[in-house]
């Protein structure tokens, strides 16, 4: 008997028009276009800098892309999953306010928070909705306004990250296609090297906390480089071997793109060939929720139905896991 599955059937995405560029950050802080490429692999970022606009205008300009692709309308729309780390305001959740931008009226929606995870951890739970039977079409959105809370005076964290937002919509097949399988992985210790000191109901927002810079992104560099290797890489090989893929029957690894060097570690782990590798961390950074779909928008046009694809993230919290997807159609 054929198994239900999620399928993904569209990707939308949006970018700010505002280039940051190593140059620029050069003038910030004490840093180098060269030691920016080498140490990170990142040339220019997109921000977005339009007064008074915040995650849901990324999100919803990538849902209104997505929903144009596939000519889908508004009210056909069952729920809308926002993964982010930078939502508008604490309450409402940014998925709400995403649905009202775009019309959609007919669904409930929520936000998933998971670093630079979430979108891989969304992904896993949009699917269980549609494998239930019950919705039929569910909407995946990764949106970040990084820019909002990266200190452009700390020379170890603001070239890093980007603005970016990328969507992709999910149906019921019961073709061969869509999601395969899913690891998750959390480990809370991790939270030490890698969070936002104030802003929460621990350390709530004061004159202190602000000037003491502390709603921006704190990063241990060295202890996250050194988790986020082995993570991405074991997670990535685990979920190969246990699906019986190698790197002949692999088509395309969509890794996170937080640094080049640990792209390079997991594919190289993998024994893939560079070609089978999607990069696009030299013009958009860090996306952090945006990254894996802006992949996948990218990249739409060469993939192939039926193509294998195992899409690896590692993010704050600890979080990270693999998906193994079969591309669901040709563009």
Known sequence: MNKLHAAITGVGAYVPGYILTNEEISKMVDTTDEWIMTRIGI?????????????????????????????????????????????DM?????????????????????????????????????SKYVE????????????????????????????????GAGAVLLEPTMENVGIIDTILRTDGFGRIHLHQKAGG????????????????IYQEGQPVFKYAVKGMADISEEILTKNGLDH??????????????????????MKLDKEKVMINIEKYGNTTDGTLPLLLWEWEKKLKKGDNLILSTFGAGFTWGAIYLKWAYNS
């Open 43 to 87: 040339k220019e970022r997109r921000i977005l800098n339009t007064p008074d606009s915040g995650t849901s205008d990324l999100g919803s300009k990538a849902v209104e892309d997505l929903l144009r692709k596939t000519n889908t309308k508004p009210e056909e729309i069952d729920l809308l999953i926002c993964t982010t780390v930078t939502p």
């Open 90 to 126: 604490q309450f409402p959740a940014t998925a709400n306010i995403i649905s009202d931008k775009v019309g959609i009226k007919n669904a409930f929606s929520f936000d998933l928070n998971a670093g630079c995870s979430g979108f891989l951890f969304g992904l896993a739970t949009a």
């Open 132 to 163: 239930s039977g019950q919705y039929k079409k569910v909407v995946l959105v990764g949106a970040d306004k990084m820019s909002s809370i990266v200190d452009y005076t700390d020379r170890s964290v603001c070239p890093i990250f980007g603005d």
């Open 201 to 216: 109901s621990v350390k709530p927002a004061s004159h202190q906390t602000v000037d003491a810079r502390e709603h921006f």
């Open 248 to 269: 002949n029957s692999l088509d395309w690894l969509v890794p996170h793109q937080a640094n080049l060097r640990i792209i390079n570690a997991t594919a190289e782990r």
